[in-house]
């Protein structure tokens, strides 16, 4: 069965009513458990295991350690683009916002690359909006292959493509996509969308699309604060599960942006507060040991501190969210305000003084057979 047709058959309401009707008592038995499934994630998630959000952190420290070591993944993001044809509610980029828009050329990008190249990364996450006639396929292969001079892995977080596109996105030396279906709420998703990202079924097939392609970090996610979290991030580990499965070779992460404030005037229907996405990145070690979990500069550097090592195992750090942010002038369009805006060097010397190892580099080409 596809995840498409997993994602389908599952009821919301009903999944709702599961994670609301668990009992501190199922709580405690699933947490006495040797081994945990995502089938475990509903009690995990529920109102009833707040009172165990310490246990939790002490389990999912200790799960971190034993798989991942005393380390974090840094990489930084690199905006291409903020042009967008389309019109999410709760994006800074919409199309109906009448801002400055840019697509950088290819020397604007290579310089922003070298600027964050300077920093200390060598994992670089590609970012546009969704403007396929600007930031075409062509573009992209152009400035990959000019990018692995400067970077060991490169992501994108672009507009869903076809497998060939990803193929040739792999060829050129991409490594990784982050794709978030934003919310799993099929009649929610129609609400919040306008324009090709309204297609619900491509989207949601695009990582599997992008699995099958060779790239070897799947990253997937919702957006924390449309909906009902606890609903939504139980079907973010349903899914993250199933692409385990499927794509054994490719690691699979997963991220859980909270909204934050971007130009328009959405507010998030649900509040998602610090505790809440604490118990979410514990259930998600819990059930799924050896997934990525990112935390980006979206949070408080107080929050990024205190979870760092409970749990976190890749962060992004001195994050700038325009083209052109960490090396041109141009005032452009910011797709959301960043709250952690220490440098890199600082972000590291805070995970440093956690006797966590900043690991900027976690790939080389040489290890692909070719
Ligand atoms: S969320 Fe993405 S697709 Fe939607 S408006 Fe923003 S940049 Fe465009």
């Keep these: 069965m596809s995840f498409l047709q997993t994602i389908t058959a599952l009821d919301p309401e009903q999944l709702k009513q599961r994670i609301y009707a668990v009992t501190e008592l199922e709580v405690q038995r699933v947490l006495a458990k040797r081994t945990l499934t995502v089938d475990d994630f509903p009690a995990l998630i529920s109102p009833a295991a707040a009172p165990s ?9 200790k799960i971190t350690r034993l798989r991942f070591g005393s380390v974090m993944k840094l990489y930084a993001p690199l905006y291409v683009s903020n042009e967008c044809v389309n019109a999410c509610l709760y994006c800074g980029f919409n199309v109906q916002n009448r801002l400055a828009r840019v697509t950088l050329t290819r020397d604007e990008v290579l310089r922003e690359a070298k600027a964050i190249h300077r920093l ?6 590609l970012v546009s909006g969704e403007a396929q006639n600007k930031v075409t396929l062509a573009y992209l292969v152009d400035i990959v292959r000019e990018l692995t001079r400067l970077f060991a892995g490169i992501s994108i ?6 497998c060939e596109s990803y193929r040739s996105l792999v060829a050129a030396g991409v490594t990784g996509i982050a794709i978030y279906q934003e919310t799993y709420d099929r009649s929610l998703y129609k609400a919040l969308h306008a324009g090709p990202k309204a297609d619900y079924d491509n989207r949601l097939d695009a990582i599997e699309r992008a699995g099958q392609a060779g790239m070897r970090d799947l990253g997937i996610g919702a957006l924390m604060g449309l909906t009902d979290f606890r609903v939504d991030m139980s079907c973010v580990a349903i899914h993250a599960a199933y692409l385990m499965k499927q794509f054994w070779k490719s690691q699979i992460s997963i991220s859980f942006p909270r909204i934050r404030a971007a130009a328009g005037s959405f507010v998030p229907a649900f509040c998602v507060s610090d505790r809440d996405l604490a118990q979410t990145v514990f259930a998600l070690r819990l059930v799924l ?3 990525d979990l990112v935390l980006s500069t979206r949070e408080r550097p107080a929050f990024r501190d205190g979870m760092a090592d409970v749990g976190i195992t890749r962060m992004s750090a001195g994050s700038r969210t325009s083209p052109g942010g960490y090396s041109l002038e141009e005032d452009s369009l910011e797709q959301f305000q960043i709250a952690d805006t220490r440098t890199p060097e600082e972000v590291s010397n805070m995970l440093a003084a956690k006797n966590l190892e900043p690991v900027w580099k976690d790939f080389d080409r040489s290890f692909l057979f070719e």
């Design 120 to 125: 200390g990364f060598r994992h670089l996450l």
């Design 289 to 291: 040991p050896d997934a």
């Design 53 to 61: 959000l310490e246990r939790m952190a002490a389990l999912s420290r």
């Design 157 to 162: 977080e672009i507009y869903p493509m076809d």
